[in-house]
């Protein structure tokens, strides 16, 4: 999509739909790096924690579709509101094109580890008439959204994912399409013990955060 073309339009924030992109948080398959200090189960209990916040920041936003786009089965920590897609197969950039392949308007992705999102730092992704597409970059070199005012699986196919350079290579490729960008805050992805304390102490009152708070002291981790 050329800037001329979103120029057209002012496109409202109840016209976005709003995908989180998941692993059902069980024991073994998510958060492996939390492992040790964390247990399997204690770092899927947190990992479900930060999938719980997560969607509830995004229930509290104007959308006209919420879609979890999901490896796995839903639970408990699944808000109603929400419409739940099957990943489909492939590398993580070719989930994310098929996530994006599955909106006929502008939608807006983000991932399952940034319990600290808010619904203010969401709002400014819910505009389109100044950006074409909306970038949250993370401290360590990804990206914890995307947003697309036209989505195009073909602006994700092929960016090299889980790599240090990935944040920069996605917005390279939102760059060369001629996109007008806007940026959202950095924000710290949870992979490690040490993300996951300063992640807490970013949001205290959230679910992640106090979880973090009560297993802690069993485990020994930095605090």
Avoid: N
């Amino acid at each position: 999509m050329t800037p001329s073309t979103a120029s057209c339009t002012s496109t409202t924030a109840t016209a976005t739909t709003l995908l989180v992109i998941a692993k059902e948080p069980a024991p073994g398959r998510v958060k492996t790096r939390l492992t040790p200090p964390f247990t399997p189960r204690q770092a899927a209990a947190l990992a479900a924690a930060a999938l719980a916040d997560t969607l509830s920041a995004v229930a509290a936003v104007p959308a006209a579709r919420r879609v979890l786009v999901l490896d796995g089965r839903p639970g408990p920590w699944l808000p109603p509101g929400f419409e739940v897609l099957p990943q489909c197969g492939g590398g993580l950039d070719e989930r994310l094109a098929a996530a994006f392949a599955a909106c006929t308007g502008p939608a807006l992705l983000l991932g399952m580890d940034t319990p600290q999102v808010s619904p203010a730092v969401l709002a400014p992704a819910l505009a389109w008439d100044v950006y074409d597409a909306w970038f949250g970059p993370a401290t360590d070199g990804g990206f914890w959204a995307l947003g697309l005012a036209e989505p195009d699986p073909a602006l994700l196919r092929g960016v090299p994912m889980s790599q240090p350079c990935t944040g920069a290579a996605q917005y390279e490729r939102l760059r060369a399409a001629g996109l007008r960008i806007g940026r959202l805050p950095e924000l710290c992805d949870v992979d490690t013990a040490e993300d996951a304390l300063r992640v807490a102490a970013e949001a205290p009152a959230g679910r992640f955060a106090m979880l973090h708070a009560e297993l802690v002291p069993t485990t020994g981790a930095c605090s």
